[in-house]
């Protein structure tokens, strides 16, 4: 089930997050997430396997932040997680944008599955585990294609 975040969900999509990445966003972060844009939850059997936060910005949005639990990835929930949150946007956005380390081949192979594709690279963007820095990909999904598929 996938479903908007709640403030009752931090905790869990925090242990999520920890897990997931390098450089985890604090809870703190988490919960201006749930007051500030559109976050939403993958539920199964009652536990939080995933999450994705999205920023609208006027007639665009940002794919800030998304992460499936490990035992559960490769089953398509990131997929359905991601799709299912952009139709959740409130402003029917005209492109969405997101930054994804360069190595992460599976989130690129997602997302490019989802309709984005690369723009640009931001050289040393991300931080690494024992120093040093990573390429950032910028990729971008323009929603009205989509749009005009319907009526081609």
């Not at 390098?22 to 749930?34: E, G, I, N, R, Y």
Request: some cysteine.
């Amino acid at each position: 089930m996938i479903r908007k975040m709640k403030i009752e969900d931090i905790d869990a999509v925090y242990e999520v997050e920890v897990k997931a990445q390098t450089h985890p966003w604090s809870k703190k972060q988490f919960l201006d997430a749930v007051q500030s844009y559109s976050s939403t939850v993958l539920e199964l059997n009652h536990q939080i396997c995933g999450f994705c936060i999205l920023q609208p910005v006027l007639d665009e949005a940002n794919l800030l932040l998304m992460a499936i639990r490990e035992d559960v990835q490769g089953q398509g929930f990131g997929y359905q997680l991601l799709v299912e949150s952009m139709d959740q946007l409130v402003n029917s956005p005209v492109q969405i944008f997101l930054e994804v380390r360069q190595s992460n081949d599976h989130a690129i192979k997602l997302y490019e599955k989802a309709g984005f594709h690369q723009i640009d690279v931001r050289k040393n963007y991300y931080p690494q585990r024992g120093g040093g820095r990573e390429h950032a990909v910028i990729m971008v999904k323009s929603c009205t294609d989509d749009f005009k598929a319907l009526f081609s």
